[in-house]
């Protein structure tokens, strides 16, 4: 899942984007409002974490205006002023939930996860493709019942590929989902990830395969002959 963290404090981006990406998030980091409408006309978010007070404007009523224009992302606000009339503010601008700084980020993912499983742009808890089963919120992965261990690089990858089922995945698609902006990736990065992921459902007894799509992409497509058996 990728997060649009938008704060200006370098510190506090700095600790929560490590903690995100150790729970298989991932973050692209900007530091003022301009930037983040960027980085929104330029990749699509699960989720938004924003700062009220930016260098810029005001992050609650750029919320309250992203909401007027249709936007539904699910959106956490977070700043250390904490009196009640601004939280009410908070909420009624749109916000999902509120923070006040310093931020648990033990905290914070707690309540991140709880907004994605009720947020409406996911349809279903629980996303079912042959034998295997995958929780988008917990981040796991199971086949046949028995959770597999999978990096969070190779876990992105299978959350692309099983959105788009049985369609031919770009490489470009995949790419620009897993990295965040300022991560630099291999030429060979994808390359290896689908490696290892076909490796492990291999070795799992998954009835589903990855397959190539030469010059374009990938495809998740169930895998006929081990299905029948």
């Given at each position: 899942m990728r997060v649009l963290l938008v704060d200006h404090h370098s510190d506090f981006t700095h600790a929560v984007k490590g903690a995100l990406l150790n729970f298989g998030f991932a973050?692209?980091?900007?530091?003022?409002?301009?930037?983040?409408?960027?980085?929104?006309?330029?990749?699509?978010?699960?989720?938004?974490?924003?700062?009220?007070?930016?260098?810029?404007?005001?992050?609650?009523?750029?919320?309250?205006?992203?909401?007027?224009?249709?936007?539904?992302?699910?959106?956490?606000?977070?700043?250390r002023l904490n009196d009640l009339g601004r939280r009410i503010a908070i909420f009624n601008a749109g916000a999902d939930d509120f923070l006040p700084k310093p931020v648990s980020t033990e905290e914070l993912i707690a309540r991140m996860r709880a907004i994605l499983r009720r947020s409406t742009q996911m349809t279903a808890p629980i996303v079912t493709f042959g034998n295997l089963n995958f929780?988008?919120?917990?981040?796991?992965?199971?086949?046949?019942?028995?959770?597999?261990?999978?990096?969070?690089?190779?876990?992105?990858?299978?959350?692309?590929?099983?959105?788009?089922?049985?369609?031919?995945?770009?490489?470009?698609?995949?790419?620009?989902?897993?990295?965040?902006?300022?991560?630099?990736?291999?030429?060979n990065a994808l390359e290896v990830g689908i490696y290892r992921l076909r490796t492990l459902l291999n070795q799992s007894g998954a009835t589903l395969r990855i397959k190539t799509a030469r010059g374009v992409g990938y495809v998740l497509e169930l895998n006929v002959a081990t299905s029948a058996a």
């Amino acid at each position: 899942m990728r997060v649009l963290l938008v704060d200006h404090h370098s510190d506090f981006t700095h600790a929560v984007k490590g903690a995100l990406l150790n729970f298989g998030f991932a973050v692209d980091v900007t530091h003022t409002l301009d930037d983040a409408a960027a980085a929104l006309d330029y990749a699509r978010y699960d989720i938004l974490l924003l700062e009220l007070v930016l260098p810029d404007g005001d992050g609650l009523g750029w919320l309250k205006q992203m909401r007027r224009e249709g936007g539904s992302m699910p959106a956490i606000m977070m700043s250390r002023l904490n009196d009640l009339g601004r939280r009410i503010a908070i909420f009624n601008a749109g916000a999902d939930d509120f923070l006040p700084k310093p931020v648990s980020t033990e905290e914070l993912i707690a309540r991140m996860r709880a907004i994605l499983r009720r947020s409406t742009q996911m349809t279903a808890p629980i996303v079912t493709f042959g034998n295997l089963n995958f929780d988008p919120v917990a981040r796991q992965v199971s086949v046949g019942g028995r959770l597999l261990r999978i990096a969070r690089r190779e876990v992105g990858i299978l959350e692309h590929l099983l959105s788009r089922a049985g369609r031919t995945v770009p490489r470009a698609s995949l790419e620009d989902r897993l990295y965040a902006f300022d991560n630099e990736v291999s030429a060979n990065a994808l390359e290896v990830g689908i490696y290892r992921l076909r490796t492990l459902l291999n070795q799992s007894g998954a009835t589903l395969r990855i397959k190539t799509a030469r010059g374009v992409g990938y495809v998740l497509e169930l895998n006929v002959a081990t299905s029948a058996a």
